[in-house]
């Protein structure tokens, strides 16, 4: 059974940074893709930002790149998303997602929702001054 649990979440101010983890039980981790998604209160969960974990490809939308960077660590079961330059708008809970064993998902589609299986609880970011 797999289970991922963010950590990492908080409440910063306006410029600064955070990283993200998902630890991962249960998952290989030389194949897939992986995410990060965001939700906000009424809203829906939006990708921000993918990764394939045999290439490493990465992917961002376009709010989030040049600020945000999504990495994993092999050994340590790990996805994180590191987060510098944190706007109010950022703010959000974030979850780590990953798509069932021996699916492939395009680019194109990294960032549906719909295309991933397992999913975190979700971790809390607020930015604020």
């Known amino acids: 059974q797999v289970h991922l649990v963010e950590t990492g979440g908080g409440s910063v101010q306006p410029g600064e940074s955070l990283r993200l983890s998902c630890a991962a039980s249960?998952?290989?981790?030389?194949?897939?893709?992986m995410a990060w998604f965001r939700q906000t209160p009424g809203q829906e969960r939006e990708g921000v930002a993918a990764i394939y974990l045999a290439g490493g490809d990465d992917y961002y939308d376009y709010s989030v790149k040049g600020r945000f960077t999504i990495s994993h660590d092999v050994a340590k079961r790990t996805l994180f998303l590191q987060m510098n330059a944190l706007k109010p708008e950022d703010t959000a809970m974030y979850y780590c997602a990953a798509v069932r064993k021996g699916q492939y998902v395009s680019s194109a589609s990294l960032f549906d929702a719909d295309q991933y299986t397992h999913w975190g609880r979700g971790t809390q970011v607020t930015v604020s001054s």
């Open positions: 249960g998952y290989s981790f030389t194949s897939g893709s």
